[in-house]
């Protein structure tokens, strides 16, 4: 456990996997998914009256009884505002308060976490602070942006943003009919850009771009890259270096951790020339009448009261990961895809239909399915009722959604406190929804 | 799977799966009007004819769940031929039914993490709207009545309703549309 420091022993381990095999997806090393699920006190509750199956973990996961203890703990026992404080409970907060920036950058490989973690409110609101800080600073009018089809929102609005108030020129990756990312135009379309702005894994697809390799043709070419790793990151084990990324953007919520805390990684160069983002205290070194001048790194991208209690929460949350290993929590998601892609498809056939790369090579546990033609609402609606959680709608990728020519689909995914009887409890659902939206 | 059959009752299936008045009308002379339900991506596309005060025809296209469907359907055949005054007061009827209990609704098992159970304010208590909706006066609209129990789905439910307030809103004034 890394959070919070000092207070070693107040959680329990995480249930750790069985090391006995290791192998590929069709034999992981085992998760004792039974001892997991019990770290997570919500996974107890009913829904309806139903056993809560929980396969909405890309939206939002659930948190651990050690993420819920680290924080309650924090509040209870620690809590002062961080910065400039000279008493002992605020050097306390302001210790947890790094360390768990510490935590975070030694998570994703950061050469220097000290100064490259930022936090911020969300995933969002990291793309948001790149597109503002440097985009603003660097990209005017005829500089373009190469962007993909599979984007989120999130890595599209703020770009779009760019585009109409600055003349910014977008440029896009489409995707193919394997649901992978077109590449096959990339050194033309790379040509000239100054960022390319790409996701990790579609939260759509679950495709898993070749991140890398992207990045590389966009270095060759001078761009910078941005990675959304909203959904790789709590999944994937990342470090930022082999991804070649330049920016990356991840959320606490999607990885055990607390909503409202997120994190923008940079390079500490680029982050040193940009200006700053919001403005307000603890930001400055200097205000003047005339003017004010940034703190350094990092808190000059952080105004106002931090997410503290948050970040402790962050922290606690990416220790109990590491406990279990981000290898075979992606090993177990593998094979828990390839299983549910097998028993969907022997129970429904051509009726249910994936719209993601098939078998578990270069994707991750998120299963967006369209069923006969139920409408993903009223599919959601009825697996509700037998207490399974899926999300149906537009998953914030609407330009995605015109490529695959529809209006939503119903998305189940996956994470480390997900089994087989879950898989089954989501087939049994959709073959009730089958014969309630029977054919007349 | 208690709940499910007030919401997914026989005549919304019914009309779900066999819509009336779905298709187009040449616009003009008919009112063209979309409606996007910016949650999930719904969108509905109203065709309204009004001649002499009265809607004399309707037909509706676009892609949606079965509430918002069904209920487009159920508006279709509901309004056809009737005069606009009717209609205006159908819809004004139709959006009390599905808002009278909105905001005294918990979630399904009237529990929240945290907080007392809620006293279970369900949809056949009193409602405070103004507007006190006779279920008989609505004839088979009645059948979305079980809507309100499921928040999450009244906007799929009034979608074409207010995509039809505002064609008529357009007839009325001159304005966009055809």
Same mark, same amino acid.
């Given at each position: 456990m890394t959070a919070p420091p000092g207070r070693a022993g107040t959680a329990p381990a995480p249930a750790r996997p069985t090391t006995a095999s290791r192998g590929g997806a069709e034999h992981p090393r085992h998760l004792d998914v039974d001892a997991i699920k019990k770290d997570f006190p919500i996974l107890a509750r009913t829904v309806h009256g139903r056993r809560l199956v929980y396969l909405d973990s890309a939206a939002s996961s659930q948190r651990p009884q050690q993420v819920l203890d680290a924080m309650d703990d924090y509040y209870r026992t620690t809590h002062a505002n961080v910065h400039r404080g000279v008493y002992a409970l605020a050097e306390e907060a302001d210790r947890l308060y790094e360390t768990a920036r510490l935590t975070v950058g030694r998570f994703i490989g950061a050469p220097d976490p000290e100064h490259e973690v930022i936090f911020t409110k969300n995933a969002t609101e990291a793309v948001n602070l790149a597109a503002a800080a440097w985009g603003r600073a660097n990209l005017h009018r005829g500089d373009a942006v190469l @962007?993909?089809?599979?984007? =989120? =929102?999130s890595n599209l609005v703020p770009w779009l943003m760019l585009a109409e108030e600055h003349g910014v020129e977008l440029r896009w990756l489409g995707v193919d009919d394997d649901y992978r990312l077109d590449l096959s135009?990339?050194?033309? @379309?790379?040509?000239g850009v100054k960022l390319v702005a790409c996701t990790s894994m579609s939260n759509v697809l679950g495709t898993v771009p070749p991140f890398s390799h992207i990045a590389e043709v966009a270095h060759r070419a001078g761009a910078l890259v941005l990675a959304d790793g909203a959904q790789s990151v709590p999944h994937v084990r990342t470090d930022v270096g082999e991804l070649g990324a330049d920016f990356l953007a991840f959320s606490a919520h999607k990885m055990l951790g607390p909503t409202g805390i997120g994190v923008l990684w940079a390079r500490r160069e680029l982050l040193e020339e940009m200006p700053a983002f919001l403005g307000g205290g603890g930001m400055i070194?200097?205000?003047? =009448?005339?003017?004010?001048s940034p703190n350094l790194l990092p808190w000059k991208f952080e105004a106002g009261t931090p997410p503290i209690a948050e970040a402790v929460g962050l922290g606690a949350a990416i220790g109990y990961l590491e406990g279990i290993g981000l290898d075979a929590v992606h090993d177990h998601e593998m094979a828990l895809t390839a299983y549910a892609q097998r028993t969907l498809h022997e129970r429904f056939g051509d009726d249910l239909r994936i719209f993601g790369p098939p078998g578990t090579d270069q994707r991750g546990g998120v299963l967006s399915l369209a069923f006969r033609d139920v409408h993903p609402h009223d599919l959601a609606q009825v697996l509700d009722q037998a207490g399974v959680c899926i999300r149906a709608g537009h998953h914030c990728a609407k330009p995605l959604m015109r490529r695959l020519g529809v209006n939503a689909t119903a998305r189940a995914s996956v994470y480390l406190y997900n089994d087989e009887s879950d898989v089954d409890a989501l087939a049994d659902a959709l073959a009730e929804?089958?014969?309630?939206f029977g054919s007349p | 799977m208690t709940g499910l059959e007030d919401l997914y009752r026989e005549i919304i299936l019914?009309?779900?799966?066999?819509?009336?008045?779905?298709?187009?009308?040449?616009?003009?002379?008919?009112?063209?009007?979309?409606?996007?339900?910016?949650?999930?991506?719904?969108?509905?596309?109203?065709?309204? +004819?009004v001649e002499d005060g009265n809607v004399t025809d309707l037909r509706f296209s676009g892609q949606g769940c079965s509430i918002s469907q069904s209920s487009a %359907?159920?508006?279709?055949?509901?309004?056809?031929?009737?005069?606009?005054d009717q209609v205006r007061d159908l819809i004004r009827t139709f959006k009390a039914m599905m808002s009278v209990h909105e905001a005294s609704l918990g979630d399904g098992d009237g529990r929240h993490p945290g907080g007392p159970a809620s006293n279970g304010a369900g949809p056949d208590g009193s409602g405070d709207d103004a507007l006190v909706v006779d279920p008989d006066a609505l004839g088979e609209l009645a059948a979305l009545q079980g809507v309100v129990k499921f928040p999450v789905r009244i906007k799929c439910? /009034?979608?074409?309703?207010? /995509?039809?307030? +505002?064609?008529?809103?357009?007839?009325?004034?001159? %304005?966009?549309? %055809?």
């Open positions: @962007l993909t089809d599979m984007e =989120h =929102h135009d990339i050194e033309r @379309l790379v040509d070194r200097d205000v003047r =009448h005339d003017g004010f929804a089958g014969s309630l | 019914d009309h779900y799966r066999s819509p009336r008045n779905r298709g187009e009308l040449p616009a003009p002379p008919a009112r063209r009007v979309e409606g996007f339900n910016p949650l999930c991506g719904d969108e509905v596309v109203v065709y309204v +004819q %359907s159920l508006m279709s055949a509901a309004v056809k031929g009737k005069p606009v439910a /009034t979608l074409s309703w207010n /995509t039809l307030a +505002q064609g008529l809103d357009e007839a009325e004034t001159g %304005s966009p549309g %055809s």
